[in-house]
């Protein structure tokens, strides 16, 4: 089983907060804990203090600065701590040492032979030897070599790579390394690309993964906080048949899209996990990463949203790979869905369009026949305003599109048999229902609105129906176009229902079930708020 492991620095002299640290990570779950003793080697009665009373089993590590850590002193000194702790009254369950220790010298490896339990030893000794490489720039050039020396080391129990990932590829070794079962393995990438290593280690078998108490407290680039592992990405659900999916995207940090997936998984029972999957903007980058987590069959990965900038990217490396695009996907040139059918076939779809005319739908109780001869004004002519074009104008709606650049407003007017106008002339033209797809009223700029207050009230003075007023903005939920429609008589439709409802429209493409949309609200709704 994988363990989950909190790190701990320890501070000079601070044992109670450690062990405070300590119970507050079994309190989370956590199955063990890493004490940092980097700073505090020279102090063994904090030390003592920490074996004796930890609420957990530990792995005791004392990183030296050549490996990224914080101890200076020697290994000598550092060998001969550890001599005492394992063979002492409170033998912590691991003993961290790093290879490039370990075979500096005959004299370090007797040190280190004689504090832990392995074939040879002749002593009752219970501590386990991690033998650790950590590159902090790159996946080294020999890590193949270092892996084969540790697997051969007879005092060795446990294999622990980390190094520092430059893209998503590089978990795809980790997950390997793990798979190979020389010994149990710790094999984590660190930085922006590696998170995947770090949440999926207990789906390939991984010996242990590390986690931060808090986002303060990491102790490697890239830990995700226990909190986020158990909550965010399904910890205790995660088995070897987990499918993955992720939202692709450069960058991707900011994304609703995990909590509100992990969120869906978690309420239908499915077994699947979703990650941020950051992917330079570059279609080689998209095409051999994609294309290599597709492969991997190991992995089950079976899908993805696609956000700026991949959206093209996904329909030509779709196209290339001989799967199908939605033809109305094509139309748009944007697909932000991928999906590995179950005949392994790939998929490429758009499921904005559909949210769109969904959400709107939706408030006037009408199915997408009834769009048919409805007004449709759309401020902008961007990406999110040819979805929502191309899918009004598929549903038979008159579509005039309004835009501060003129020409774009044309082309994208004539592509979809659309009418442009210029925004000044919006107060002129009938509409019952206006769509912003304008970044205009997006935080932090939220007192701006896109049209005038007197404008709406005008239109809604010379209607009997009720206008609908659509905000693709979903931060903040209620812009000032919403408020001001609804204080002029319309009714309103926050971006939050198109996020929503793009988002079940992948989800029951990749899971076959209704997705919650409930559930999906209230995540996004509360990270919102
Ligand atoms: P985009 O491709 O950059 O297009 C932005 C459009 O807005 C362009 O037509 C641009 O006009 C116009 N625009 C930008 N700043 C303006 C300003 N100050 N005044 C007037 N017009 C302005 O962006 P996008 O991807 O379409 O996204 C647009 C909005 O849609 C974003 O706010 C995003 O939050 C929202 N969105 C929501 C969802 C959802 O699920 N709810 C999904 C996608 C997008 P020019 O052509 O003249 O440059």
Known sequence: MTMLAVSIMVEESSAEAALAAAARAAEFGADLVEYRIDRIADDIDTINALLSRTPLPCVVTCRPTWEGGEYDGNDADRMSLFEHLGSGPHPPAYLDVELAAYERSANLR??????????????????????????????PKDLLQKIAKMAEARACRVIKVAWHARSLRDNLEAFELIEKKYKPT?????????????????????LLTFAALDAQSATAPGQPTIDE????????????????????????????????HNAGFDAVDEDAVYLPMP????????????GSWLDHAGLHFRGASVTIPHKANLLHFVEESGGEIE???AAIGAANTLTKREDDSLYASNSDYAAALDSVC??????????????????????????????FADAGAGVTVFNRTPEKAAALAERFQAAAAKPEELRDLPWDVLINCTPVGMHPNVDATPVLKSDIEHRKSQTTNQPVVFDTIYNPIQTRLLRDAKAAGCLTVPGTEMFVRQAATQFELWTGKVAPLEVFRSVLESRLT
């Open 362 to 391: 939706a408030a006037l109780d009408i199915e997408r026949e009834g769009l048919t001869g409805k007004q449709i004004a759309v401020l902008g002519a961007g990406g999110a305003a040819r979805a929502v074009v191309a899918g």
């Open 327 to 329: 033809p109305l996907a």
């Open 110 to 139: 007797q040190k280190v032979g004689f504090a832990v339990d392995h074939p040879d030893q002749q002593r009752p000794l219970t501590t386990g030897l991690i033998l650790s490489s950590h590159d902090f720039d790159r996946r």
């Open 279 to 290: 992917i330079p903007p570059e279609y080689e980058h998209f095409k051999a990463t994609v």
């Open 186 to 206: 710790i094999a984590l990438c660190m930085g922006q690309f590696g998170l995947p290593s770090r949440v999926l280690a207990k789906k390939f078998g991984g």
């Open 229 to 260: 592992l158990k909550n965010l990405y399904r910890w205790d659900a995660q088995r070897g048949s987990t499918r993955v999916y992720g939202v692709i995207g450069w960058p991707v940090g900011h994304s609703m899209s995990p909590p509100v």
